[in-house]
């Protein structure tokens, strides 16, 4: 059984929120994890960064509106 955990963290690095996840790709719930994260900490969220693992052109687009030069680390 494929897991995984997606871990946010804040700009000092302090874990702030986090999924597991079973039977899923971290490119198939980046949407989901970033929504989460809006509503979670609503107006508080100036950027987003992600991690290679969650590249597709639709993440790319959606992630986008965060900040218009998101970077895959």
């Known amino acids: 059984m494929l897991k995984s955990v997606l871990i946010a963290a804040d700009q000092f690095n302090f874990m702030v929120h986090y999924q597991v ?13 970033a929504d989460s994260l809006t509503s979670k ?20 687009q959606y992630s986008g509106h965060f900040n218009p030069c998101c970077n895959y680390a």
């Open 21 to 33: 996840h079973v039977k899923q790709t971290d490119s198939g719930v980046t949407k989901e994890l």
């Open 41 to 60: 900490f609503l107006n508080q969220i100036a950027s987003l960064s992600l991690d290679k693992g969650t590249y597709s052109k639709e993440n790319k």
